[in-house]
Nanobody, 116 residues
Framework: QVQLVESGGGLVQAGGSLRVSCATS????????MGWYRQVPGKQREVVAT???????NYADSVKGRFTISRDNAKNTVYLQMNSLKPEDTDVYYC??????????WGQGTQVTVSS
């Protein structure tokens, strides 16, 4: 069973930065895309950023210019660098991996809290 292990969340003041990481518990072949999503309890999970195996990226309008997604294919790891954080970025952040099969894997979530 593949697990996605997230790390790097925490508490930061508005305007600060955090980097969250997501690594697979074992090597997954034929990964198509990796991404980060966020969810406030009671609301639908929404996409933050995605990156394909070829390196193409997409971002939610609310994070464009502030967040950067990247991946290390050799390590099956995806990162989300979050700069200029705002209180409204407070959420649980989940990583997602989709293979070409397709199989879909979700991480357990990591809390990001931005204080004003």
């Amino acid at each position: 069973q593949v697990q996605l292990v997230e790390s790097g969340g925490g508490l930061v003041q508005a305007g600060g930065s955090l980097r969250v990481s997501c690594a697979t518990s074992r090597i997954i072949f034929r990964i198509n895309a990796m991404g980060w999503y966020r969810q406030v309890p009671g609301k639908q999970r929404e996409v933050v950023a995605t990156i394909t195996s070829g390196g193409s990226t997409n971002y939610a309008d609310s994070v464009k210019g502030r967040f950067t997604i990247s991946r290390d294919n050799a390590k099956n790891t995806v990162y989300l660098q979050m700069n200029s954080l705002k209180p409204e970025d407070t959420d649980v952040y989940y990583c997602k991996v989709i293979t070409t099969r397709p199989d879909i894997y979700w991480g357990q979530g990591t809390q990001v809290t931005v204080s004003s």
